[in-house]
DNA sequence: GTGTTTTCTTGACTCGTTCAAGAAAGCGCG
DNA sequence: CGCGCTTTCTTGAACGAGTCAAGAAAACAC
């Protein structure tokens, strides 16, 4: 068990702790879930615990890069496990549906902005807004 | 003036109105400016428009396409008026400010991904996220 | 002008998220 | 294995962007 969640904690310089435990695993095993999933799932586990320690534990383990947030306008916070693979999302205008979408390239072509105006660039992150599959059928009846 | 604003309202089956003109000049006027801001500038010109309504003309005019809605992850809510030319932004991590880029290859080349998943993709949103020249020559002391 | 429809004003309210203080748990050390 | 320091969790309140709702006012067509 090369990635255990109490590893990843430890290798990050973090506390193993059963809240993070429960978030780490809760990310995994949702993605794209936001906050109040995230919490939900972390109750499965420890029933006790408070929206605050999950709120503190996304934000820390976000930090530390164990876990990505993603934010699509309109939408709450969402969290992901997939970490450091340059993915980009599709993101369903109509009911919310994200899904991955590796870079189209592979090796981050998206960071080539055409005139950075001196910034430093350090993530592209791209988002294509749609529908999914679901909402284009029902949408567009004809 | 082949762009007044009136125009540009009336083309788009909108009443004319004074919070409405302001709106627009403002979005002009400040590109990439939030709610607040906005309203501040709507206020300059009429002192006793309520902030209601410059949510309300915001609404209408993103979702008529007169002005465009930007929302970087955490951040509140910025328009812009540059609309339907596919340009992007880079955004500072440190102080938030946001510059114009135009599209790299310039024919809406992010709108191809490289797995749809079945969604119809109708918009490719870049966000490049960096430091701007003044953060990053302040937060690189060597 | 008159009437109908859209838009603005006012004010309360929601909801995701953050702040703060103290209690509890984790971890290193002896 | 217990001790003490530090980090993290609990509890509960607060914040702020944005939304909702009802009535008044303004815009447009005739």
């Known amino acids: 068990m090369t990635t255990a969640p109490e590893h990843q904690l430890r290798e990050a310089g973090l506390r193993v702790t059963r809240p993070r435990l429960a978030v780490l695993a809760a ?52 969290y992901e496990s997939r970490t450091g693979d340059n993915h980009h999302h599709l993101v369903c205008r109509s009911c919310g549906l994200i899904a991955d979408v590796d870079c189209a390239v592979g090796h981050t072509p998206c960071l080539t902005a055409s005139d950075d105006h ?6 592209a992150e791209v988002v294509y807004w749609g529908l999914c599959p679901t909402c284009s059928t029902r949408t567009q009846p004809e």
Chains 1, 2 share one sequence.
């Open 27 to 78: 990310v995994h095993a949702h993605p794209h879930a936001d906050t109040e999933a995230i919490l939900g799932a972390v109750r499965a586990d420890l029933p006790d615990v408070s929206h605050q320690a999950v709120y503190d534990s996304l934000h820390t383990l976000t930090g530390h890069g164990l876990v990505r947030r993603i934010k699509p306008a309109g939408s709450v916070a969402r």
């Open 118 to 123: 001196g910034f430093v660039i350090d993530e």
